[in-house]
């Protein structure tokens, strides 16, 4: 190196100095803020393996968030003797171990038995070093760091041990893809039992237990999979085998994967087939073991349970050998999958603040599954936990490996359901005609269990001719329907008479629900059943299903067909009952953070009721995690229940007096709600739109609203909403909250900008917008997965909406197929001001169907792309559209793989543009003949303002020249 050269790195390094220096807060807070020490001791790893910490000032570190202090175990001395004999030998292994710790600690810390088990067999290790290595506190890596220093200390041979075993496993693969591995014979017997029962129980879709034995291999349709995280390596939809597979992990160090959904949305039966393909060797065989749990069952367990305990006496009990299995289950964590479904249903909220180690220790069922899932209890093993997304809070956010979002059927989806459904073609075909007539209702079904509803009931929505169900409590009031007349066919069929002639069923199943409801009970045994009036006859309506059970210990039990059945009928009871309290609707309204136990009512399900002092503290608290969802269905049915289109019904069952003061109550508590969202809004800062940031409590009054069906109280609603811009981000926003969103909307006085990026509207959701999209001016859906299809409607539709503007489009699913419909529109809006379409699919092609369009427009102001791969071809076309623009203020065409060549003729942009102020080309592949058009350019132009170019094909040296040419270039 010359010196010039030397004196550049000896500069760049104590600019490296200084930075750490004064980065060190923000350094820090990275370091130890994430509540694990993995990060800080990764570094460290990473510095003792380069040797830029020796093994001494190794040991003095504390690391924060060790449960217990860390220390190397000292050397023996008569080590320290031998090494000095054998120095030159010695450190070849040794040395080795410490140069590739990183990559040594990723390795082992999935098979630390197996490592141990080579150190005790060639006599380096006792059991008492096993036992400080695989002190269960510690996480599978700090397990792995911790073998490494106790082979560190026993010297050289040890460390050979090591080195040969990571080798060797390296080369074999997986320890159940080794053939000479197998498991230990009552482990495969026990296997044997526990794949033949689940096949058992999860054969058949659980929910036509009441009613008929669909097979699961018969109805199965997959639902679409997305990843909660942006993941750049992950392309194309995702399948079963991926909720447990490597893609898209945002946290290595944690076993628990999240699957998220609405209800009915098909987590429970998701699970079921995973399930039914590991019982059949079809899928996940990675894991020897898998032990289903369903929180709604582990809610009824009162005794105190070990871990042990939890998986024999929930799962499958081993006929033999019950220790020797549960030490190969420690033993081998990375063969074992736990699935625990609807989290959310756990009468306890996630919490981490106890966490249990000990896999012998007794413990409240609630504390040893948070202590599965944090990791702190058999650490190495998988688990899928499946939770509706409100449940899902930061705590247990920060113990995922990653997030998997169930987001129902897609329109195909729906399309092979109904098929598979009806096996008559002709009836199929029916079925989705009256759905594409009827869009409110093939938003429904974009959630599998509607999908179900809807072809369970065909005869009834075939035969309603115009108009049909439209919102939820219409589809559930046909299936109510449907199953009462299932049961006695002959009685009456019009007007309300099918539910005067089960009236009382509709009550005693309607109490049982709302005592459930109040109680999170969602199990109910005999007892609780006859406290309520339940008769035989009301449970062969079909509504209660008697409840699985892997133990099959327990007499029987039940449970609604779905929870929300439950709701359902829980909310018939409030509008039905003589007794129901004055209080029970304006409570139900309240905001969940206000809403206190007045919803249950005096009688206790004793199967339902917790036993330890601290849960019962939870319980006379705020409503659980499982309660704020179900009692919002509820009121969201209550609201459905007391529309005007349907009071007819309860005629004979009610006096309408009473009906319609209940009524009041409900428009009264939708109205006090939506004014304490309005008065939530915060006045605009000067100079920007007032703006209003809902929250997911909004959505739901919205909801509310729809279900009622009146557009008077909508409008009422929307007249006192004056913002500029209406911001839903993650808001949990399907095709069902859009619907209600535009039934409501479209009644606003003044355009407004919607923002409902970050959610999972799809295509179907698009089409359910369409109705107020006059009322929009711009639309931002980032991150929604649409696809070209939902733009073609989209777009055909704000065609002809005078105030639309804008939108953006960022993160979608979007293809050349859908410029040809952008261009349209922007030939045909001269008002049009921002288009962006950043990181999509877009290659030359579209970008040059784009240009068609904008050659003819003249009021683009906005046009971003980043993210696409329109190439250098594409960069040519948008530019001698653009070239004569006077309306482009800002355009960006990061990360598109566009060179000199595209460099070039965007230089004619600024050339001739009187209007142009940014254009951003970051990371692309320009060099310096594209970057000298660019400055040859600017000479005449004096309004554009930065030209962005980092990241591109320059060296420092060129970089450094060309900045001091021309300072609106930016590197
Ligand atoms: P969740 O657990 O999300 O509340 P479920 O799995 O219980 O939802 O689904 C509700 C109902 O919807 C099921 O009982 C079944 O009838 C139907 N369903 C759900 N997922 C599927 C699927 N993938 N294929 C066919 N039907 C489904």
Known sequence: MTDGGKRVVESLLMLVQELVLRQR?????????????????????????????????????????????????????????????????????????????????????????????????????????????????????????????????????????????????????????????????????????????????????????????????????????????????????????????????????????????????????????????????????????????????????????????LLFQHCCWPDREQEEIFQFILDHPHLILFTFDGLDELKQGFSDEHWLCCPTQRAPVHILLFSLIQGSLMKGVRKVVTSRPEAVGPALKKHLRKEVILQGFSPSGIDCFVHKHHRDPTVAAKVLESLQKNTALLGLCHSPVFCWIVSQCHKELLGCG?????????????????????????????????????????????????????????????????ACGVTEKDICMGFLIQSKDMSSTHSKRFEFLHVITQCFFAALHIVLSNNTDRSTIPKLFEPPNRRATGLRSSTCFGACLPSTNQQEQAFKGEATSSETPNLQITATFVSGLL?????????????????????????????KGMHKHFKSISPPVEGEKKSMHAMPGFVWLIKCIYEMQESTIAKDAMSKLEVDHLKLTYCNIGPVECTALAYVLQHLRNPIGLQLDNNSVGDVGVEQLLPCMHICNSLYLRNNNITDEGIRKLLAKVIQCDSFRKIALFNNKLTDACTQHFSHLLKTKQDFLALRL??????????????????????????????????????????????????????????????????????????????????????????????????????????????WLINNDLSLEEVEELTQRESRLIF
């Open 466 to 530: 115009e108009g049909g169900p439209q919102t939820i409590t219409d589809v559930y009031l046909m299936i109510l329907q449907h199953f009462f007349q299932h049961q006695s066919p002959l009685k009456s069929t019009t007007g309300s008479g099918w539910l005067q002639e089960n009236l009382n069923t509709a009550l005693h199943l309607g109490q049982l629900a709302f005592e459930g409801i109040g109680t999170s009970c969602y199990i109910f045994s005999g007892t609780d059943l006859e």
């Open 25 to 309: 807060a923000e350094i820090l807070h990275a370091l130890c803020s994430s509540g694990s020490a993995e990060h800080l001791e990764q570094v460290l790893d990473i510095l003792l393996s380069r040797g830029e910490l020796i093994i001494e000032d190794y040991q003095n570190i504390q690391v924060p968030g060790q449960r217990v202090g860390f220390s190397v175990p000292g050397r023996c001395s008569h080590v320290e003797e031998k090494e000095e004999e054998e120095e030159e030998h010695q450190r070849t292994s040794t040395q080795t171990l410490l140069a590739q710790r990183p990559s040594l600690v990723r390795e082992l810390q999935g098979c630390i038995e197996d490592a141990l088990r080579a150190l005790v067999a060639c006599g380096h290790f006792t059991s008492a070093d096993c036992d400080d290595v695989r002190l269960p506190i510690h996480t599978p890596s700090q397990q792995a760091r911790r073998l490494l220093d106790n082979v560190r200390s026993k010297g050289e041979p040890a460390a050979k041990v090591v080195l040969q075993y990571v080798q060797q496993k390296q080369e074999s693969g997986s320890l159940l893809n080794q053939e000479n591995w197998t498991p230990p014979k009552e482990v495969l017997k026990y296997q044997k039992k526990l794949s033949s029962s689940m096949s058992a129980q999860s054969c058949f879709l659980s929910s036509y237990g009441g009613t008929s034995h669909m097979s699961l291999d018969d109805i199965y349709t997959d639902g679409q999979l997305e990843l909660a995280h942006n993941c750049k390596d992950v392309h194309g939809p995702l399948g079963l085998e991926d909720i447990v597979g490597t893609a898209g992990t945002v946290n290595a160090e944690a076993d628990t994967v999240l699957v998220s959904g609405d209800a009915g949305g098909g987590k429970s039966t998701l699970l079921q087939r995973l399930h039914l393909l590991w019982a059949r060797g079809t899928a996940l065989q990675d894991f020897l073991l898998l032990f289903p749990f369903s929180c709604r069952r582990l809610n009824s367990e009162r005794q105190e349970l070990s871990v042990q305990e």
């Open 838 to 947: 950043g990181n999509n699919n877009i290659t030359e092609e579209g970008a040059k169907q784009l240009a068609e369009g904008l050659k003819h427009n003249h009021s683009l102001a906005y046009l971003g792309l980043w993210g696409n791969k329109i190439g250098d071809a594409g960069a040519v076309a948008l530019a001698s559209a653009l070239e004569s623009s006077t309306s482009l203020v800002w355009l960006s065409l990061v990360g598109n793989g566009v060179g000199s060549e595209g460099a070039r003729a965007l230089s004619n942009i600024i050339k001739n543009s009187t209007s142009l102020e940014e254009l951003w080309l970051t990371k692309n592949c320009i060099t310096r003949t594209g970057v000298e058009c660019l400055i040859q350019a600017l000479e005449h132009n004096t309004h554009v303002k930065s030209v």
């Open 643 to 671: 529309s005007q289109r349907h009071l007819s019904l309860w005629l004979h069952c009610c006096p309408s007096a009473v009906m319609e003061k209940r009524v009041r109550q409900v428009v009264r508590c939708l109205s």
